[in-house]
């Protein structure tokens, strides 16, 4: 398996434009989370989805940020409108059904607001 | 809420020696997970534990479960140069709660 996809690996753009990030979760795989890295918080919980069901979204920062998964190969998160506070690296991850709860992640996507 | 104090924070040190590093909560967890993040990926599994007092090895790493349930170790002997990166504890009290996640170790090491 190629692992969980995210596209693109980097972005650059200026405030006020609309960033959509993607992700491609392991075949099999029924839970789908999205991260946000940063120096000063660290790993923050987005949102996450079970069979493709939005299940908590309360990490969501605000309005701006929607999050679908449309199949079950298929995740993205968007911004819009984008802010300079918004950058960060972004992860996809996800996991089996199984009890455990071992993530696996995505490359991640960087991405810078001017 | 829930927090997981990771520490140390960051570590410098020579090529060879070892490295400890924990995480402590307030609250008791079921399942306690390490991450190692290189510059540029996404965090990669190093060691799952899922019994208080489960001791673990993947090659050079060592992890424990404490047996309070509140805390967990991580050590590496004998560090080489690919160890370095960003170390992650992270903890679940069950299936019905998501991952706690630490702050990170940068682990940097000397030639």
């Known amino acids: 398996d190629a692992g969980v996809i995210q596209s693109p690996r980097h972005e650059v753009t200026e405030m006020g434009q609309e960033v959509t990030l993607r992700c491609k979760p392991i075949s099999g795989h029924d839970y789908l989370f999205w991260y946000r890295q940063t120096m000063m918080r660290g790993l923050e919980l987005l949102i996450y989805?079970?069979?493709?069901?939005?299940?908590?979204d309360s990490g969501m920062p605000e309005d701006r940020f929607s999050a679908k998964m449309p199949n079950a190969s298929f995740s993205t998160l968007k911004i819009q409108p984008s802010e300079p506070r918004d950058s960060a690296v972004y992860f996809c991850?996800?996991?089996?059904?199984?009890?455990?709860?071992?993530?696996?992640f995505g490359a991640g996507s960087r991405l810078t607001v001017l | 809420g829930q927090q997981l104090n990771q520490s140390p924070q960051s570590m410098f040190i020579q090529e060879g020696e070892d490295v400890s590093m924990n995480c402590t909560s307030s609250?008791?967890?079921?399942?306690w997970l390490w991450y190692k993040q290189e510059p540029g990926e996404g965090p990669v599994l190093l060691i799952a534990?899922?019994?208080a007092g489960e001791l673990t090895s993947n090659g050079r790493l060592t992890a424990q479960f404490g047996i309070t349930r509140k805390d967990s170790f991580l050590n590496i002997s004998a560090s080489i140069p690919s160890d370095v990166g960003i170390y992650f504890c992270?903890?679940?009290?069950?299936?019905?709660?998501?991952?706690?996640w630490g702050a990170g170790t940068k682990l940097i090491i000397k030639p």
């Open positions: 991850a996800s996991r089996e059904s199984s009890g455990a709860n071992v993530l696996t």
């Open positions: 989805f079970n069979n493709n069901v939005p299940i908590d």
């Open positions: 992270a903890g679940q009290r069950n299936s019905n709660y998501q991952l706690i």
């Open positions: 609250s008791i967890f079921n399942t």
């Open positions: 534990l899922y019994k």
